[in-house]
């Protein structure tokens, strides 16, 4: 019946129409007693009233605790600053990887950090290299002190060419009688890949190259002066796989190498050369594997 009301309603009949209201308001009350229409709107109200009670309620609970990360949270943030002055060989030995070379320190009066500084006294044609043991660097930056030697007593790099310049098919012994390059070991994952940027004396030049199963690749190359028996600061910054040089603080190259974008860092020397590092600096935020050391 009530929808039979609501349909004359719709039907638009003027004079029924003031009649609707009062009869459904005479079957509801014959129909449902008054005691369900008392029970229906309590119902009906008690969402509106838990509504406006919810704050006060919330109010008397106990704090509750909240994690801010998940045991499951594969990765965690860790920031690393490492600073190596090399002042006696006890000290900073535990914590680096020789990987060719013999590397000591010496005294030296005018090394940055003195009395002490780091060289490698091995004479072979290679790169020998020593990395830091304590995992793989992604973004980072190192930076070190380094000082070109001289051959006996000369003042000038003996003529040659660098080992970054001869051919393939060329006898290193006879392409250059000695090498004047050192610096910073970067991306390092094995003897044939790395990538490092060294200073040379000999080409006054810093070169950023690459190591891998097929030979050595420079990846670029910058004029600047080196002179022997003089200290530079030479720092590398690495983010994503972009590499920038600085020397003396001053930024001198960039580039972008994508087929290593991590890996351990250090030191190298090229071939013979004679040098002095020191102040040896890392900073980092890497991110690691959770549980792995």
């Not at 990765?75 to 013999?102: C, H, I, K, N």
């Not at 690459?210 to 022997?228: F, H, K, Y």
């Not at 028996?229 to 720092?235: A, K, Q």
């Not at 910054?237 to 920038?244: A, G, P, R």
Request: glycine residues 6%.
């Amino acid at each position: 019946m009530l929808n039979m009301l609501r349909i004359l309603r719709t039907l638009g009949n003027p004079g029924r129409a003031k009649l609707l209201p009062a009869l459904e308001r005479s079957i509801l009350a014959r129909v449902i007693p008054p005691r369900l229409l008392i029970r229906h709107r309590i119902c009906a109200a008690l969402p509106y009233c838990l509504t406006a009670l919810l704050p006060y309620c919330l109010a008397t609970l106990p704090p509750i605790p909240l994690a801010l990360r998940s045991p499951q949270t594969p990765f965690v943030l860790q920031s690393m600053v490492m600073y190596f002055e090399f002042d006696a060989e006890d000290q900073w030995r535990p914590m680096w990887v020789t990987v060719s070379g013999t590397w000591q320190t010496v005294a030296d009066s005018t090394a940055p950090s003195p009395p002490y500084a780091l060289t490698q006294t091995a004479r072979y044609l290679d790169f020998p290299k020593i990395y830091l043991d304590q995992g793989e660097f992604y973004d980072f930056q190192a930076e070190v002190a380094l000082k070109i030697l001289p051959f006996d007593q000369e003042t000038q790099p003996r003529p040659g060419r660098s080992v970054f310049e001869i051919g393939p098919e060329e006898v290193p012994e006879v392409a250059y009688p000695a090498d004047y390059a050192a610096g910073l070991l970067l991306r390092y994952r094995g003897p044939f890949s790395f990538v490092a940027a060294v200073l040379d004396a000999r080409t006054q030049a810093v070169y950023l190259f690459r190591m891998s199963t097929a030979g050595v690749r420079v990846l670029g190359r910058q004029a600047v002066p080196v002179q022997l028996n003089r200290w530079y600061r030479l720092r590398a910054v690495c983010y994503l796989d972009q590499i920038h040089l600085y020397v003396d603080g001053q930024p001198v190259l960039f580039r972008e190498e994508r087929r290593l974008t991590g890996g351990r860092a250090g030191l190298l020397t090229v071939g013979t050369t004679r040098a002095h590092l020191d102040d040896f600096r890392i900073s980092t935020e890497q991110v690691r594997e959770a549980g792995r050391d």
